[in-house]
């Protein structure tokens, strides 16, 4: 092979290999709170942010929530291999080192901490807090069933320092905003931990489902998406949006009705559909009419 063929030959097993590492931390999950720290942005910058802002928030964004995900899966190594619908993740297979996912976690901080030095200094000073979350969450199912609201909390303070980042300040919408997404987040998380309930009670680990039982769970899911829906309508007076903001809300709720209709105690073979492929779906239609209320409506 000359080098040409080589230097290809290489490149191509470069991307092969983050893609792996893209799927170790579930890059495309990061259309969860995405489009809500967007807006968020939008919101506080009036209009779109600086560039130089923008670009810290995202490097911020991308770093804290990918770190996030490398390190759970760092931590919960262990438990994943005893789970059958776990073992074929990439750390227990040896797909992925340990150092290697131990790397992706320094760096994606190391990327965290620098856009917050570039930021302002209330970010700065945010810091200890926000990896500290990140750290906890990870060790929560082993003794608390409130994982799921930790979980949220932890996504739902990404809106919260995209708010932040534009304003160094925190203010009143993005306190609601935060817990918007907090409380969505926590409701599909309590769908999508339904379908361990008997692994998670055989090893001792806790969650909503195994606390209350899964017909409770997910009354408690639905509860917190009814009021994560209503501090959204909330923001459309706070925020004074438009008709479209207003139409993205109703297309949403559809969303949330149909994800709880999918499932029940005893069917629960759409769980990934409910709490994966449908939120996705909702954080972008939010992103898509929010977007073009702030943009084009003012």
Known sequence: MDSKGHSVSLIGAMM???????????????????????????????GFPPARVFFWAMVAL???????????????RDIDAKNPRTAGRHIPMGI?????????????????????????PLCVKLLPVTIFLFLVYSYTKRFTWLCHVILGLACGGAPVGAWIAVTGQIQWPAVVLGAAVMLWVAGFDIIYGSQDVDFDTSHGLHSIPVKFGIKNALKVSAAFHGISMGLLFYLYFLMNM???????LVII????????????????????????????????VFFIFSTMDIFILR
């Open 16 to 46: 092969r290999r983050l893609k792996t590492y893209g799927d170790l931390v579930m890059f495309s999950h990061t259309l969860f709170s995405l489009p809500f720290s967007l807006i968020a942005m939008f919101w506080a910058a009036g």
């Open 62 to 76: 991308f770093g804290a929530r990918n770190g996030a995900n490398a390190l759970n899966r760092l931590v919960d």
């Open 96 to 120: 992925v080192k340990e150092y290697e996912a131990f790397i992706i976690v320094v760096f994606c901080f190391a990327a965290l901490v620098l856009a917050a030095f570039e930021l302002n």
């Open 242 to 248: 438009g008709y479209l903001y207003l139409l993205g």
């Open 253 to 284: 709720s559809c969303f949330l009705y149909a994800e709880h209709k999918l499932v029940s105690p005893t069917n629960l073979k759409h769980v990934t559909i409910a709490s994966y492929d449908i939120n996705q779906i909702v954080s972008v």
